[in-house]
Nanobody
Framework: QVQLVESGGGLVQPGGSLRLSCAAS????????MGWYRQAPGKQRELVARITRAGSTNYADSVKGRFTISRVNAKNTLYLQMNSLKPEDTAVYYC????????????????WGQGTQVTVSS
């Protein structure tokens, strides 16, 4: 089993910044790709940013130049630095881990956190 716990969400004014964190725990040997997704009320969940184990990244067009995804493999931790936040960034942000190998030799294809609320409003 792998548990993902997000933190760092909150209320911020337009133009402000937040840093989200996602800590993975369990009998983890390694994690493949990791990513941040978001879901606004009444909308489908969408990719925000994704990072491979080697550090290659891709971003949704709507956040390019404003958000930065990073990870620390040794700590099984994922981050999302969000700058120049806009009201349309308001959503629940979810952490995802793909291809997690456990110490017992299992491969967990897909794991999700419970989400953290980000609200951008004046």
């Amino acid at each position: 089993q792998v548990q993902l716990v997000e933190s760092g969400g909150g209320l911020v004014q337009p133009g402000g910044s937040l840093r989200l964190s996602c800590a993975a725990s369990g009998s983890i040997l390694s994690i493949g790709n990791m990513g941040w997704y978001r879901q606004a009320p009444g909308k489908q969940r969408e990719l925000v940013a994704r990072i491979t184990r080697a550090g290659s990244t891709n971003y949704a067009d709507s956040v390019k130049g404003r958000f930065t995804i990073s990870r620390v493999n040794a700590k099984n931790t994922l981050y999302l630095q969000m700058n120049s936040l806009k009201p349309e960034d308001t959503a629940v942000y979810y952490c995802r881990a793909e291809g997690t190998r456990t110490l017992t030799g299992s491969l967990i294809l897909d794991s999700w956190g419970q989400g953290t609320q980000v609200t951008v409003s004046s």
